[in-house]
């Protein structure tokens, strides 16, 4: 889509990565970005990316977002942890959900984004990941 960005006036304004986190997984990559809102409010990005190959041996990402608000941020930790902590007691797993969000639950959802710091990331191309 090439010249979208000037169609009619109309300007696409990227939104400031504040922090940026890839964790390789296997096969795929979650990467974690903070963003502001025009407002300056902060919310979170959730990216998974995993590679997929043609049948000519071409490859491209597939990518799926999930957008997280300030809003959400308790009522989506408690739930995650919840899951967390019912797969591992069903796997007899002696370690809680919490013990791997030690940090997070020291630290409220606010003091965790107000100490994060835009030099604090490198920017991670998808190109960058091939395996």
Do not use: P, W
């Amino acid at each position: 889509m090439e010249g979208y960005d000037n169609k009619e006036g109309y300007r696409k304004k990227n939104r400031d990565e504040i922090f940026s986190n890839a964790v390789r997984a296997g096969k795929r990559t979650y990467f974690f970005d903070v963003k502001a809102t025009k407002k300056n409010d902060y919310y979170l990005t959730i990216t998974e990316s995993k590679k997929r190959y043609d049948k000519e041996g071409n490859f491209s990402f597939e990518k799926h977002k999930v957008f997280l608000y300030k809003e959400d941020f308790d009522k989506f930790s408690e739930g995650l942890l919840e899951a967390l902590d019912f797969i591992k007691s069903s796997n007899n797993e002696t370690e809680k959900a919490e013990d791997l969000f030690v940090a997070e639950e020291k630290n409220t959802n606010s003091e965790l984004i107000e100490g994060l710091e835009t030099e604090a990331y490198s920017n991670v191309e998808f190109e960058d990941l091939s395996e």
